[in-house]
């Protein structure tokens, strides 16, 4: 079993900024990717960055030069930063990560979600 905790959350005027972080726990050789997604009432869930294991992170384009994501491989934890934030940024907040048990096996998890509300 693995479980993800999303953390940093909250209310933030726009402009403001915020980070999340997401600690993963429990059975894990190593993590490849760790991701952070978004779902608002009505709407699929979209994908806001993935942060690669060999340094690469990919950026939806409504957060790019706003996001970034980064992570700690020591503590299998991972984050982002979220600047110069707007309304429709208001989301529950998603983080993901794909988990190695051993060489070969794997595992996409998900964390509970974390509100992230953004006011005018």
């Known amino acids: 079993q693995v479980q993800l905790v999303e953390s940093g959350g909250g209310s933030v005027q726009a402009g403001g900024s915020l980070r999340l972080s997401c600690a993963a726990s429990?059975?894990?050789?190593?993590?490849?990717?760790m991701g952070w997604y978004r779902q608002t009432p009505g709407k699929q869930r979209e994908l806001v960055a993935i942060?690669?294991?060999?340094?690469?992170?990919v950026y939806a384009e409504s957060v790019k030069g706003r996001f970034t994501g980064s992570r700690d491989n020591a503590k299998n934890t991972w984050y982002l930063h979220m600047n110069s934030l707007k309304p429709e940024d208001t989301a529950v907040y998603y983080c993901?990560?794909?988990?190695?048990?051993?060489?070969?096996?794997?595992?996409?998890?998900w964390g509970q979600g974390i509100q992230v509300t953004v006011s005018s």
């Open positions: 993901n990560a794909d988990v190695y048990y051993n060489s070969l096996s794997r595992r996409l998890w």
């Open positions: 429990g059975s894990i050789f190593r993590i490849d990717s």
């Open positions: 942060i690669r294991s060999i340094g690469i992170t």
